[in-house]
């Protein structure tokens, strides 16, 4: 091989190391484990950790948290230190990431007891399992009506049968 053929080959392999680098690094960039270190409205910054044995801890830019829009939307607020994970579609770490929750762990529990479906948060839960729910704290029901089995049993059902005194009524209708 001559030396010109030698240095188009030389060249064009490190052209091909320089992109397989740079598409190793967007890989490991693309999803990103740590936790929330700071909180602003719907946006936060997460403390992550740099690949590899050596990898320094380091913060985030600005990034939108996960949540449902459209029909059926949420807002399921974080604290500093839950679990996330930052994603990053392109490999590099911006405006377009985006904060999703991640997994259990030691310190960030399931709120469910066994095969139970549980929402969770604040002191509060709502717990299904077997067609039973059950909610836990502090109820207020707000709305124009109440019933149960049919009945209304609302701030403005009537009951039948009021006698003065301490006598019982009967069931409301």
């Known amino acids: 091989m001559d030396r010109i053929s030698a240095n188009i080959l030389t060249r064009e392999l490190r052209s091909i190391y320089k992109s397989v680098d740079d598409l190793g690094r967007r890989l490991a960039a693309s999803h990103i484990t740590g936790k929330v270190a700071e909180i602003d409205g719907n946006r ?16 985030s ?9 459209g029909a059926t939307g949420t807002r399921m607020p ?3 230190g839950d679990p996330m994970r930052l994603f990053s579609p ?20 399931s709120p469910a007891k066994g095969q139970e479906m549980a929402i969770a948060f604040g002191g509060c839960a709502l717990r299904m399992e077997g067609g039973l729910i059950t909610l836990e704290g502090k109820v207020e029901v707000k709305g ?13 059902h009537k009951h039948k049968g009021v006698e003065p005194g301490g006598g019982l009524t009967d069931v409301p209708v």
Request: negative net charge; glycine residues 14%; hydrophobic residues 35%.
């Open 61 to 69: 830019p600005w990034v939108q948290l996960q949540e449902a829009a």
């Open 90 to 109: 392109h490999g590099e770490l911006g405006p377009q990431s985006l904060a999703i929750r991640d997994g259990y762990t030691d310190s960030a529990q």
């Open 78 to 80: 974080v604290k500093v």
């Open 144 to 156: 124009a009506q109440l019933t149960h089995n049919g009945v209304n049993v609302g701030d403005d």
């Open 44 to 59: 936060v910054r997460l403390q992550l950790q740099e690949k590899g044995a050596g990898g320094k801890p380091f913060l």
